[in-house]
T-cell receptor, first 117, second 116 residues
Framework: AQSVAQPEDQVNVAEGNPLTVKCTYS??????LFWYVQYPNRGLQFLLK??????LVKGSYGFEAEFNKSQTSFHLKKPSALVSDSALYFC???????????????FGQGTTLQVKP | DTEVTQTPKHLVMGMTNKKSLKCEQH?????MYWYKQKAKKPPELMFV???????INESVPSRFSPECPNSSLLNLHLHALQPEDSALYLC???????????????FGQGTRLTVV
């Protein structure tokens, strides 16, 4: 079964410092990996995805993620954190199974990012 | 237009009420989803519609009844809910084709439902 794990419930970083939010995955077949961000009382916003190709994926708002097949990881990164980046971050993988190949998203438990001034 | 619009934003309903949540998108997406999310937890899939047909029901209680009247609209009809059904209900959509596995889902802002 497909799954993703986010080992940290919360990550704290000072504004201006680099940030990393960790995600590891377990899939059969090719991984289709996604990062979403959720601000309080809002829906999820798509940040970036890995399908194939370059291991470094660039996304919205200056975020990027590094796909590492040998470590089965897909960590989210940003060179310089902003206070406004404080939010809940979800890693997700497409499930290869499902009726009609609808590929439902399977989410990690989420990591709260706190960026302090 | 890359928006998924959900109405209402907030809803308070009694356990004997009947209400409906609405979702609309004009991106030409043919897969639409309902998710339920509790505070600080990941979204849990409830239903998937593919080409206006229900393709996945994640063993959701019958007091939740989805409907997809056309390719742009998705409804969730609510009846005789319990207080534990209080949550953020999220609608999402994505492309539905052979390449579906690599397409992201776009989420609405959600309906905050409180059952009293």
């Amino acid at each position: 079964a497909q799954s993703v794990a986010q080992p940290e419930d919360q990550v704290n970083v000072a504004e201006g410092n680099p940030l990393t939010v960790k995600c590891t995955y377990s899939v059969s077949g090719n991984p289709y990996l996604f990062w979403y961000v959720q601000y309080p009382n809002r829906g999820l916003q798509f940040l970036l995805k890995y399908i194939t190709g370059d291991n470094l994926v660039k996304g919205s708002y200056g975020f990027e993620a590094e796909f590492n097949k040998s470590q089965t990881s897909f960590h989210l990164k940003k060179p310089s954190a902003l206070v406004s980046d404080s939010a809940l971050y979800f890693c997700a993988v497409r499930d290869a199974k499902g009726s009609g190949n609808t590929g439902k998203l399977i989410f990690g438990q989420g990591t709260t990012l706190q960026v302090k001034p | 237009d890359t928006e998924v619009t959900q109405t209402p934003k907030h809803l308070v309903m009694g356990m004997t009420n009947k209400k409906s949540l609405k979702c609309e998108q004009h991106m030409g997406h043919r897969a639409m989803y309902w998710y339920k999310q509790k505070a600080k937890k990941p979204p849990e899939l409830m239903f998937v519609y593919s080409y206006e047909k229900l393709s996945i029901n994640e063993s959701v209680p019958s007091r939740f009844s989805p409907e997809c009247p056309n390719s742009s609209l998705l409804n969730l009809h609510l009846h005789a809910l319990q207080p534990e059904d209080s949550a953020l209900y999220l609608c999402a959509s994505s492309y539905r084709d052979r390449g579906l596995m690599n397409t992201e889902a776009f989420f609405g802002q959600g309906t905050r439902l409180t059952v009293v």
